[in-house]
């Protein structure tokens, strides 16, 4: 590939401040050293004042950055997190983006992140792709060396992150965790579902079907769905748990559930996530059920917009709680490795009332 001459004083080009320098042109292949000679610093300034530490006077920071911009430099984060004792990188593993409870997540953690002057790196394997899938972008993402590790997906188990838990601090957001060796941040699942439970028995039914995924689809989802159960069937009520264990199908154990109604043998039917209760409400409607005349329906998470149009009866989790309190933890950890005590703390949400829950026929 051919390579650009550089003179002095032509900027508008591009160009390096010294002499005949000859500087690749090539992205990914432009080094320090190149940074410097443009910048006519020496490569360990550039250094400096990519990491931030210690400061570095504001000209000359000046130039190293137009230097960085005007070259297309990028840093090799790989490098850098193997040349420092830590590294300021935190990984994030994160389920199903196109779930706006992980959507919000995301957005809330990257916010969190850059607050306490850290980068993220997001690893997010495809819907459809289990455990298997997920633990092989966590490896590629620890590759990079980050300094911390936030997980977030219900599909990985604890015991597939004890491994690394000696390597890296290892925090989950958002998940079940009881693990003794992980530090956990989640939202109260047992809590959630024996608040939504109460709604529905408080209504008047007395016969509910609860979609209740398996572990490998979702320990969030299971913990919800067997909640729920088990706080109706406390009550007295007669449940009918609809288990399902096909993954990336959230479909999947509605069509029983349009049969019972259709049967008479439930009013009421209760989802662990709004997405599967918008489908249910999505096929009732096109099967001529009415809702909640014929059955009525509740979701949880609360974070889809629009929720309030539809008037879907659901949970809000407390998703900016749970991003913020997070990540100040992974910080902690990062700052103080070994230094802190193991906790799991599990925050509450709040019920959302909705034109989906009605009084049993």
């Not at 040349?83 to 935190?90: E, G, I, M, P, Q």
Request: with cysteine.
């Amino acid at each position: 590939m051919p390579r650009t001459r550089t003179t002095a004083g032509d900027r508008s080009r591009g160009d390096a401040p010294r002499g005949d320098a000859e500087v690749p042109r090539e992205g990914l292949k432009i080094r320090m050293e190149d940074v410097a000679r443009a910048a006519n610093v020496s490569r360990a300034t550039v250094s400096r004042v990519l990491v931030g530490n210690p400061p570095v006077a504001a000209a000359t920071r000046e130039k190293v950055f137009r230097a960085v911009r005007e070259l297309g430099y990028v840093p090799n984060a790989m490098a850098q997190g193997l040349s420092k004792r830590s590294s300021d990188l935190v990984g994030l593993l994160l389920r199903d983006p196109r779930n706006p409870a992980y959507g919000r997540l995301h957005s809330l953690v990257q916010e969190a992140v850059s607050g306490h002057g850290l980068e993220l790196i997001t690893a997010v394997p495809h819907w459809k792709e289990g455990a298997e899938d997920e633990l092989a972008a966590l490896r590629r993402m620890l590759g990079l060396r980050v300094g911390g590790l936030l997980v977030s997906t219900g599909v990985i188990k604890a015991a597939d992150l004890e491994p690394f838990l000696d390597s890296v601090p290892v925090v989950s957001v958002g998940r079940v965790e009881d693990h003794p060796r992980i530090h956990g941040v989640s939202y109260n699942e047992d809590v959630h579902g024996a608040m939504l439970a109460d709604r529905v028995a408080s209504a008047g039914h007395r016969s509910v079907a609860v979609l209740v995924p398996t572990v490998s689809v979702s320990t969030a989802e299971n913990r919800r769905g067997r909640s729920m159960a088990v706080h109706l069937e406390g009550r007295g009520l007669t449940v009918h748990r609809i288990e399902t264990d096909a993954f990336g199908q959230p479909e999947a154990g509605i069509a029983r559930i349009l049969d019972l109604v259709r049967d008479g043998g439930v009013t009421a039917a209760m989802f662990p996530n709004d997405i599967r209760a918008m489908i249910f409400l999505r096929a009732a409607r096109a099967a001529g059920l009415d809702v909640p005349g014929d059955v009525s329906v509740t979701g949880c998470d609360g974070i889809i917009p629009g929720l309030d149009l539809i008037g879907l009866a659901t949970l809000r989790i407390p998703v900016e709680q749970v991003a913020a309190r997070g990540v100040d933890v992974l910080e902690s950890l990062m700052s103080n490795r070994g230094g802190i005590e193991v906790r799991h703390e599990k925050f509450t949400g709040e019920f959302v009332p909705g034109a989906t829950l009605g009084p049993a026929a």
